[in-house]
């Protein structure tokens, strides 16, 4: 299997954004046969779009392991990780999902093999047709949110199906109608806890520590909420926090996550969520310190008032990261869910 690669593209406003690849995409390996009977393929691709603050590298207990027979690509979406900010701006989730959607297509045109560009000791004809790419969102957190914006902007035709993990379709509580605290963000909900999140993140880069590790606490479902049954060992626990924090640290522009922080709380995608007419799988914490379990499954309860009956939960014993602190689960029931939406 070739060693990951990272890779930019440009967004339709000039942004270079970063991601991680699993296959070749640029200086290719010429010992990869990308159009190999066996093991991953370009035709199929395993999309992973990490939560606020973070990166691809949330994935590290992950992307190997999904990596073994699929196509995977995770991204530092703008204004995180490896990804700079061209300008000020672009602190929107519907920018964000515009970023997606060039992503997509730079991932059609780029990938080697028929249709693309292809390694100079296994040129193939560009006259050959391109085959179709399958792909499967897999969005965590705010990652869920760009997914369920990109499908009211462009629907979801791009893709074969959806994990959405820990995120509810609305952050606030509504005054039209019953979201209230036991569906809404358990933490930033309203215009003065929003506000109190936006002075939180809108420090220098030297003070926003305290921050950082309280996203910590509140994401690890062992800091959040411990159970006597936790067998964490504090070199663990000191490794997940400068991890985390760490990736944090990234972000160039404490206020620019600060007004990303107002558009996503006050975005509202339960209606999105109607319009999913692709299989559905919806991850929650139990210890999730963000959402509870009832505002998560209102996606599904969305999608199938929609007509789409192929919508599910599966709840862990995790926090917000449950991709983390239940990684082997999540990749066997990721890998499970691709095999199911693939098989149709």
Request: net charge negative; glycine share 10%.
């Amino acid at each position: 299997m070739p060693r990951p690669q990272y890779t930019t593209f440009e967004a339709s406003d000039g942004a270079l954004i970063t991601l991680k690849s699993s296959l070749p995409i640029t200086n290719p390996d010429p010992s990869f046969i990308p159009d190999a009977p066996e093991g991953p393929n370009y035709s199929r691709l395993l999309l992973l779009l990490h939560g606020f603050s973070g990166s691809s590298d949330y994935f590290d207990r992950n992307f190997d392991e999904l990596a073994k027979n699929h196509w995977v690509v995770a991204w530092d979406m703008r204004g995180h990780g490896r990804s700079g900010l061209t300008y000020e701006g672009g602190y929107h989730v519907a920018r964000l999902a515009t970023d997606l959607h060039n992503l997509l297509t730079f991932l059609k045109t780029s990938r080697l093999g028929p249709g693309g560009p292809s390694p100079q000791s296994q040129s193939l004809p560009q006259s050959l047709p391109q085959p179709p790419l399958e792909v499967i969102g897999i969005g965590c957190s705010i990652g869920a949110a760009i997914l369920w914006t990109y499908i009211e902007l462009f629907t979801d035709s791009d893709f074969s199906g959806f994990i959405f993990v820990d995120q509810a379709p609305l952050q606030d509580r509504s005054l039209f109608d019953s979201w209230d605290s036991t569906k809404a963000h358990k933490g930033c909900y309203d215009e003065a806890t929003m506000l109190g999140a936006q002075a939180a993140w809108n420090k220098p880069a030297n003070e926003r520590h305290a921050t950082h590790l309280g996203l910590v606490d509140e994401c690890l479902g062992y800091r959040h909420k411990p159970l006597p049954t936790d067998k964490i060992s504090e070199e663990e626990k000191k490794k997940d926090k400068e991890f985390f924090t760490g990736i944090s640290a990234l972000c160039p522009s404490g206020e620019w996550l600060a007004k990303l922080i107002a558009d996503h709380t006050r975005y509202d995608h339960r209606d999105a969520c109607e319009g999913i007419s692709k299989p559905v799988m919806v991850m929650g914490g139990t210890r999730s310190g963000c959402f509870s379990l009832e505002g998560m499954e209102e996606v599904v309860k969305r999608a199938k008032k929609g007509g789409n009956e192929r919508a599910e939960t599966s709840w862990y014993e995790s926090g917000h990261w449950l991709f983390w602190e239940e990684a082997e689960r999540f990749n066997g029931e990721v890998l499970e869910f691709a095999k199911r939406c693939w098989s149709e």
